[in-house]
């Protein structure tokens, strides 16, 4: 019995291990930072330039995700590979980021606020970036 516990321990750490560690120090204050610590949780794959995802969700007061968040838009660019690490990587945004260190004041905005969130991979544009409508391009 303790064999296959260290198996998928050992497994679970290795899995762990591979994914970038979030290191958010201060919590977040205002959409500037909550803008910044999205993209501070999100690793781009390689060859899915144009790809993107874009979520619409709910935070509660304390950053945790109200419910499931959903897939509101997806244009997906490769190949099958190229499309599931992209989405790979999209969800794992949300699993590394939430919840979320957020100070009271910014919370209770949160908690009024739908969040649409959008990971683009393109070149940056103009993006309509207020508030909880949160646009965050691949690093060039």
């Known amino acids: 019995m303790a064999?296959?516990?260290?198996?998928?321990?050992?497994?679970?750490?290795?899995?762990?291990?591979?994914?970038?560690?979030?290191?958010?120090?201060?919590?977040?204050?205002n959409w500037a930072e909550f803008r910044e610590a999205m993209a501070a949780c999100w690793t781009v794959p390689p060859g899915t330039e144009g790809s993107l995802i874009a979520y619409r969700f709910g935070l509660d007061?304390?950053?945790v995700i109200r419910g499931k968040p959903l897939i509101t838009a997806r244009r997906l660019v490769g190949d099958?590979?190229?499309?599931?690490?992209?989405?790979?990587?999209?969800?794992?945004?949300?699993?590394?980021?939430?919840?979320?260190?957020?100070?009271?004041?910014?919370?209770?905005?949160?908690?009024?606020?739908?969040?649409?969130?959008?990971l683009v991979n393109t070149k940056p544009t103009a993006a309509y970036q207020i508030n909880s409508n949160v646009t965050i391009f691949a690093p060039r």
């Open 3 to 29: 064999k296959p516990f260290a198996t998928l321990l050992a497994a679970a750490v290795s899995v762990l291990s591979d994914l970038p560690a979030r290191s958010q120090v201060a919590p977040v204050n």
């Open 61 to 63: 007061k304390t950053g």
């Open 80 to 118: 099958q590979d190229a499309h599931r690490r992209y989405e790979e990587a999209a969800s794992a945004v949300l699993a590394r980021c939430f919840p979320l260190k957020v100070t009271r004041a910014f919370g209770a905005i949160l908690g009024e606020s739908p969040i649409y969130l959008r």
